[in-house]
């Protein structure tokens, strides 16, 4: 049955043999996927293709051919699901909006634990089961002004409070060089020399002075090499809603990566807590204790936070707040740890500025930063770094 995608890929030029095709077919015969195209392209791609720099065109070719097999195909008429559970999405106006009931904090936690005892089936587009669409508190894909999103993808309202799901986060690529200049540019501002270490440099300034003064013998004069000496603690947001601004914050960490010497890189999701990571595969095994880097890190050192301080006000105001584990004391009271521990720090939000007036937790940590947030932009980071510098 596959005869036709072997000679297709070979027809793209893509070097295929015919004993990778063998193989390819050997495994589908071992049940080691489940029977999904996406699996199928995953599992083609590795036998088939053995050089990286094919893959683009492997790619290609594969969207070809399995474009013909759909235009060959005859139509299902049966509804599919997703379309279904999407008809159960409501499209509230403005005021249906406004009058869906907040339950608070410690009522919404109560009315969860209930509808997890008394649920016994799937519901889609009410206001009260955990569910899909609608306008109930608890679920995915419909609008609850203060919910907890259960088992699926956001709508885009994103004013969840509690995120019930298994979150797969990717480090930032400190490679990243395109679009990078202007940020480092802005980044230098904060640059401070001095010269350390042995001496390595001519200095020819003192060795022209020095030379002229012993009657025009030659006596070179050597200092140390000039070296950075700014110390910058950087903490990342990642994950949510910072996955709309991936390439401007691999901009910025590449440009910061270059501009710094001794720059150390934590990561965390929406708001600081007890504890940080360096490795978002390992970051459940691999944590660091917030209060260690506290004492890690003296004041020599700049703070700069990077994240769109988008979230629930609960995730900074409330202990047990974060969407993700149950933190005994609150986002602020780490917050303000921080500022302690580094009075030059600054916060940088990739979220355009002209949103910011519609998030209260923007204006809530904007408050506890003594309003020391700025903007990924160029204009944004020269003022961060004019308020690092004093």
């Not at 299902?76 to 999405?89: A, N, R, T, V, Y």
């Not at 249906?96 to 109560?110: N, Q, Y």
Request: net charge negative; proline share 4%.
């Amino acid at each position: 049955m596959l005869i036709d995608f072997f000679y297709h890929l070979r027809a793209r030029k893509l070097p295929v043999s015919v004993q990778e095709y063998l193989t390819l077919l050997s495994a589908l015969q071992t049940s080691l996927m489940p029977p999904s195209i996406d699996d199928f392209y995953h599992l083609a791609r590795m036998t088939l293709v053995k050089d990286e720099t094919l893959f683009d065109r492997y790619d290609q070719a594969f969207g070809e051919f399995y474009h013909t097999l759909q235009a060959a195909t005859p139509t299902d008429k049966e509804i599919p699901l997703d379309w279904l559970i999407k008809e159960f999405q409501k499209n509230l106006s403005p005021e249906e909006k406004a009058a869906i009931e907040k339950h608070g904090w410690d009522k919404l936690m109560e009315l969860f634990k209930e509808r997890l005892e008394e649920q016994k089936e799937r519901h889609a587009g009410g206001n009260k089961w955990i569910g899909t669409g609608g306008s109930s508190a608890f679920g995915h894909g419909g609008y609850h002004p203060e919910g907890i999103r259960v088992g699926g993808p956001s709508a885009g309202n994103r004013t969840a409070i509690k995120v019930w799901e298994k979150r797969e986060y990717r480090d930032y690529d400190d490679q990243q060089e395109l679009g990078t200049r202007n940020f480092k540019m802005a980044l230098r501002r904060l640059r401070r020399f001095a010269r350390e270490g042995a001496d390595l440099e001519l200095d020819l300034d003192h060795t022209i002075a020095s030379t002229a003064k012993n009657a025009g013998f030659l006596d070179l004069q050597m200092v140390p090499e000039r070296h950075n000496t700014v110390k910058v603690v950087m903490l990342l947001d990642v994950g949510g809603s910072m996955d709309d601004h991936i390439a401007r914050v691999e901009e910025l960490f590449s440009a910061a990566r270059s501009e710094f010497r001794h720059l150390d890189v934590y990561y965390f999701h929406n708001c600081p807590y007890e504890s940080l990571w360096q490795n978002n595969r390992r970051r459940t095994a691999e944590r660091f204790d917030t209060w260690d880097i506290l004492r890690k890190y003296n004041d020599d050192w700049r703070l700069i936070i990077v994240g769109d301080a988008t979230m629930s006000p609960y995730e900074i105001l409330q202990p047990g707040g974060s969407v993700e584990h149950y933190n005994k004391e609150t986002g602020a009271a780490w917050l303000q740890r921080l500022l302690e521990n580094w009075p030059k720090s600054v916060w940088l939000n990739p979220e355009p500025e002209a949103y910011w007036q519609y998030r209260q937790s923007i204006a809530i940590i904007k408050n506890i930063m003594h309003e020391r947030m700025y903007g990924v932009t160029v204009s944004g980071l020269e003022q961060a770094m004019r308020a690092l510098s004093k």
